[in-house]
């Protein structure tokens, strides 16, 4: 593991790093933000997931999440959303290739030698960051926001020990039903359909695996809610009885404005659950 | 004035404008934000000066500063650093021209043409923001950061009555004996440093003239001390009795990441000055 920089922030340290991927074999970048709490002894963990064309940088720099991480003692992570460099595929379109990773482990050529960020966040840099850095290995929580928020929700639905807190801003709440998805799944898991129901937030909560609550906040204002389908999640929620709040926020749209001004609350939400 | 967007934040709208600006014979872009407050009447107004190669956008999505203003009800002005477009005269360095107007009203060619940003900052846009905005025309505070801090601090001093509140991050305190001030400073009003000390917050500050206050906060760790010359603007603030607070933290740098962590402080600061 690199260094790239690492910045003073809220008393603690906001760090990039970089390491050799197996998973995803090739260089990957992530930044984590250790709290003031962290040089006293280990603390709870927070990963954020990004969205399309999203590097570890954007919630880093834009989403105010610090502040709070501070005020409650988390670290946090921000992953990349897909393996990058010369070697890995790629797609003219935002929402395909580099920076579209959607947290699945690609099947399909050309995407199966590099795209397996679902391997990548749950397993390979959960125990690089556990080896590096000072935090509490069975209190880890997860978000993120849009194709982050998908990939919070079905990483933690799959592996129900591995994440103790879940909350999401504005998820892709049902990819095998909106351009935001079909076309993803199918370049990375291949036409038959049967594949992707595991990587499905509403199908997933459907199915009734998630007991630990969760909170999800949308924008009503959002430009993209034809393609994040909320309403698809909010019914499979009440439907299946999953412990949740569900928040329409009215005025709000799909841009970091939103995503930092509900910030605090998620991290509250997580640390209350953390601790 | 033309509205570039406007998204929901912190219960209120964090907006982009644009208009054709008479001081600085161009097309100027700013951001305003309104707290949720300003919905029920004028509310006070904190200006905010950026950087060398920022714009208004900078600190609108970096500086965390709108979830404090909606905490506190104030609306916050972000200019830009500079004229702007084809016909303004830029220089290839970073620190002169576009990005770098140093607020002040050039007086040497080429600049003269488009380079009044002192005129823009005190007078124009603030006759704007006052026509177009829920702000109360006789409570205005201003800060900025490095480049703006320096901004801020010499336009409060030379015009007490215009601001109310006075803060800075890591201001250039010293351009004068500065490579970030005397080559600026020499294109824009010439070799004749008798014209420079209106524009150097130490020397404005040794004359005396500021009564009501200033929060300065600079990063230890900041890898721009030798240029930006905090000892100085420190000593005469003692030297002149001036009532403030200069603090110095250890660890922090130049970055964003630095102003995000104590943007909390300084809007508390202009708060409750303000009201």
Same mark, same amino acid.
């Given at each position: ?94 929402? #395909?290739?580099? %920076? &579209? =990773? ?10 199966? /030698?590099?795209?397996?960020?679902? +391997? ?53 709440a049902n990819?095998?039903g ?24 509403t #199908?997933?909560? %459907? &199915? =009734? ?10 924008? /009503?204002?959002?430009?993209?809610? +034809?393609?994040?389908k909320p309403e698809a999640l909010s019914a499979a ?39």
């Amino acid at each position: 593991m690199e260094i790239k920089s690492e910045n003073a922030s809220f008393g603690g340290v906001q760090g990039v790093y970089t390491h050799a991927a197996t998973s995803t074999d090739c260089e990957m970048t992530f930044a984590v933000y250790l709290p003031p709490q962290a040089s006293k002894g280990p603390v709870p963990c927070l990963w954020y997931l990004s969205g399309l064309t999203c590097t570890h940088e954007n919630a880093m720099t834009k989403a105010g999440l610090q502040e709070h991480a501070a005020r409650r003692g988390l670290a946090l992570v921000f992953p990349d959303t897909s393996p990058r460099g010369d070697g890995v595929a790629d797609d003219d379109a935002y929402d #395909l290739g580099k %920076g &579209a =990773g959607f947290y699945v482990n690609a099947t399909e050529a050309p995407w199966a /030698a590099h795209y397996r960020m679902y +391997d990548y966040v749950l397993t390979e840099l959960r125990a690089l960051v556990q080896a590096e850095f000072p935090v509490l290995p069975d209190r880890h929580g997860i978000t993120g926001h849009s194709m982050g928020g998908h990939g919070a929700i079905t990483l933690a639905l799959r592996n129900p020990g591995a994440y103790r807190s879940l909350s999401a801003f504005a998820p892709i709440a049902n990819p095998t039903g909106s351009d935001w998805g079909r076309k993803q799944l199918t370049a990375y898991l291949g036409a038959d359909e049967s594949a992707w129901s595991g990587h499905d937030s509403t #199908l997933l909560v %459907g &199915a =009734g695996g998630w007991k630990g609550g969760m909170l999800i906040d949308q924008g /009503a204002s959002d430009q993209f809610l +034809d393609l994040l389908k909320p309403e698809a999640l909010s019914a499979a929620l009440a439907r299946s009885r999953t412990p949740s709040v569900f928040r329409m926020q009215p005025g709000y749209d799909h841009s970091y404005f939103f995503v930092q001004s509900f910030a605090g609350d998620h991290v509250d939400w997580h640390a209350d659950r953390l601790k």
